[in-house]
């Protein structure tokens, strides 16, 4: 009888010692699976917290590069260089580069139309004008480098204006130079260097205007445009 109850009670406590292991194994397992589970919610947060960073790291690159085209281009415009062919390339390269942030037809469009309005604007005011006058198209050219490099003196004495005021002045040289060493008469070649550096500074006036016009669209274009 007391052989029963002892082996009873032995298989009893061995039975409950093997139930101790299962439920220590699941608690343990349970347990890693918690850790785990806790440790890989994060996983996401950090690639977002990365994706985010890098995003706003891109769209500061870009801020910055259409800050500058903004600056530079009307700048280079005002020296007689292609900064409204700069101003258009970069609208249309950014609206191209993210189509769903930066593309805005109707912008785009006013952006090539003021271009093209500016571009037509220097050549017949400034080159169709002074050729009125029989005048060689080497001597056109010659006036127009003048007038680049007034504009650059200019810029390098007095901005923005000192571009404009350089740029007919520099027209003004020329043209009376050529005149002056044709007819060996002042009247005559002041004449028409006056035209040719009124001429010059209507022109720069009016494509300056483009300028202006494209840069704040670009503004508006990267920037403001929601």
Request: some cysteine; hydrophobic content about 60%.
């Amino acid at each position: 009888m007391e052989a029963q109850e002892v082996g009873v009670v032995l298989l009893a406590d061995l039975v409950a010692g093997q139930d101790d292991d299962v439920l220590g194994i699941i608690a343990v397992d349970e347990a890693d699976v918690l850790v785990d589970g806790v440790c890989s919610a994060f996983v996401p947060v950090g690639t977002l917290c990365l994706l985010i960073r890098r995003q706003g790291m891109e769209y500061f690159l870009e801020a910055l590069a259409a800050a500058f085209i903004v600056i530079v281009g009307p700048l280079l415009t005002l020296v007689g260089l292609p900064g409204n062919t700069l101003m258009l390339l970069a609208g249309i390269g950014f609206a191209c580069f993210d189509e769903a942030k930066y593309f805005d037809g109707r912008i785009l469009s006013a952006l090539v139309l003021i271009y093209v309005f500016g571009e037509l604007w220097e050549f017949i005011v400034s080159f169709f004008g002074i050729r009125r006058h029989k005048l060689p198209w080497s001597v056109v050219g010659l006036i127009g480098i003048g007038t680049f490099i007034g504009a650059v003196l200019g810029t390098g004495v007095f901005p923005v204006f000192g571009s404009v005021l350089g740029g007919a002045m520099g027209s003004f040289v020329m043209a009376f130079v050529y005149e002056y060493s044709q007819t060996m008469d002042c009247d005559d070649a002041f004449e028409l260097a006056w035209k040719a550096a009124k001429l010059q500074f209507i022109a720069i006036i009016g494509k300056v205007v483009a300028a202006a016009a494209m840069a704040i669209l670009l503004v508006k274009q990267i920037f403001l445009n929601t």
